[in-house]
């Protein structure tokens, strides 16, 4: 999801927290800057915030939307690759094309997770 500060408690309500799958801090006004969110974030064992910074280069091969991103998560740089198409055969041939059918396909959540130690797993095999 995108959103801008200030939040209101309703989105940290029922998309934010939600998606945490964790306690719900008790909300007791109509929007939250982004400095309280974080408050709230830190009192949270759960939870963790992260710096992420995104750059992204859009281009088509086998008529599929690609992307290469330089991705910064807490300074640490990870390189992202993607094709996106409605037609999966255009897409597996992208992969094999540039030879990346054998990595495994994660969401950036669990990159992020991955790159702090929430999850003991390497970025790559």
């Given at each position: 999801?995108?959103?801008?500060?200030?939040?209101?408690?309703?989105?940290?309500?029922?998309?934010?927290?939600?998606?945490?799958?964790?306690?719900?801090?008790?909300?007791?006004?109509?929007?939250?800057?982004?400095?309280?969110?974080?408050?709230?974030?830190?009192r949270?064992?759960?939870?963790?915030?992260v710096?992420?910074?995104?750059?992204?280069?859009?281009?088509?091969?086998?008529?599929?939307?690609?992307?290469?991103?330089?991705?910064?998560?807490?300074?640490?740089?990870?390189?992202?690759?993607?094709?996106?198409?409605?037609?999966?055969?255009?897409?597996l041939?992208?992969?094999?094309?540039?030879?990346?059918?054998?990595?495994?396909?994660?969401?950036?959540?669990?990159?992020?997770?991955?790159?702090?130690?929430?999850?003991?797993?390497?970025?790559?095999?």
């Amino acid at each position: 999801m995108k959103a801008e500060f200030p939040i209101s408690a309703t989105i940290l309500k029922n998309d934010v927290f939600s998606a945490f799958q964790v306690e719900m801090p008790k909300l007791t006004k109509d929007e939250y800057s982004m400095v309280e969110f974080l408050e709230m974030i830190e009192r949270n064992l759960d939870l963790q915030a992260v710096r992420v910074h995104k750059e992204r280069f859009g281009y088509m091969v086998n008529d599929t939307i690609c992307e290469v991103a330089n991705v910064l998560i807490n300074g640490s740089k990870v390189v992202s690759i993607n094709s996106e198409s409605t037609e999966i055969e255009n897409v597996l041939k992208t992969l094999d094309d540039v030879k990346l059918n054998h990595f495994e396909n994660i969401n950036y959540l669990q990159v992020i997770k991955r790159v702090i130690g929430m999850i003991n797993k390497p970025l790559v095999n």
